[in-house]
């Protein structure tokens, strides 16, 4: 099993800086969001349906931790099969212990299990960089999107994707895992492995 070398989680705060010139609107507080347009009574109601416990501000689902984006769980879901997951709230440098075996040619989708609190957090996004002997071999990104706290836990499922089949593909990859937003605040960075094999079974 190849180890990463350490420099991908730093190599995606590269390519980050890097991006398309877009720049985000500036982060709102709750108040300020329900205060614009407040005479409008349509768009107000609207606004505080979406925003839904929002709306009331400081939701603090853990006292303890100052983030806004608490992420515990990052899983592994294919059809007719128990999800595999990773719990993010322990010791992260020990997750590449813990290696997922991948049917070859399946189809996948990975969860993101998170919690928002405190503040709205505005385009937040997945940024996954897979690679074999230390080699990328795949990126993607997926916008996740806005969320307001909440005291419930929230998801994001990404789009259903195809594992490599064939002997080539088969072996032992390393990922490097960021989640962030349009602000660029790293709210968790991890890295984790997978193996693609003929089949389910060892």
């Given at each position: 099993?190849?180890?990463?070398?350490?420099?991908?989680?730093d190599?995606?705060?590269?390519?980050?800086?890097?991006?398309s010139n877009?720049?985000?609107?500036?982060?709102?507080?709750?108040?300020q969001i329900?205060?614009?347009?407040?005479?409008?009574?349509?768009?107000?109601?609207?606004k505080e349906?979406?925003?839904?416990?929002?709306?009331?501000?400081?939701?603090i689902?853990?006292p303890?931790?100052?983030?806004?984006?608490?992420?515990?769980?990052?899983?592994?879901?294919v059809?007719?099969?128990?999800?595999m997951?990773?719990?993010?709230?322990?010791?992260?440098?020990?997750l590449k212990?813990?290696?997922?075996?991948?049917?070859e040619?399946?189809s996948?989708?990975?969860?993101?299990?998170?919690?928002?609190?405190?503040?709205?957090?505005?385009?937040?996004?997945?940024?996954?960089?897979?690679y074999?002997?230390?080699?990328?071999?795949?990126k993607?990104?997926?916008?996740?999107?806005?969320?307001?706290?909440?005291?419930?836990?929230?998801?994001y499922?990404?789009p259903?994707?195809d594992?490599?089949?064939?002997?080539?593909a088969?072996?032992?990859?390393?990922?490097?895992?960021?989640?962030?937003?349009?602000?660029?605040?790293?709210?968790?960075?991890?890295?984790?492995?997978?193996?693609?094999k003929k089949?389910?079974?060892?």
């Amino acid at each position: 099993m190849s180890d990463p070398t350490g420099d991908h989680v730093d190599a995606l705060d590269e390519e980050l800086e890097v991006e398309s010139n877009y720049k985000p609107p500036p982060e709102k507080s709750i108040e300020q969001i329900l205060e614009t347009d407040k005479e409008d009574e349509s768009l107000r109601k609207y606004k505080e349906t979406l925003l839904g416990e929002a709306k009331s501000g400081g939701i603090i689902v853990d006292p303890n931790d100052p983030r806004k984006v608490i992420v515990k769980k990052l899983a592994l879901c294919v059809a007719d099969r128990p999800d595999m997951e990773l719990d993010l709230t322990g010791d992260l440098s020990q997750l590449k212990k813990q290696t997922f075996v991948i049917k070859e040619g399946v189809s996948y989708r990975i969860r993101i299990d998170f919690i928002v609190q405190r503040e709205i957090v505005h385009g937040l996004k997945y940024i996954q960089k897979t690679y074999r002997l230390g080699v990328p071999v795949d990126k993607m990104t997926h916008m996740v999107g806005s969320y307001p706290p909440k005291t419930e836990l929230q998801s994001y499922t990404t789009p259903a994707e195809d594992a490599p089949a064939g002997v080539v593909a088969r072996g032992s990859y390393s990922v490097s895992s960021l989640f962030t937003d349009d602000d660029k605040h790293e709210h968790l960075k991890w890295e984790w492995a997978f193996e693609i094999k003929k089949d389910w079974k060892e």
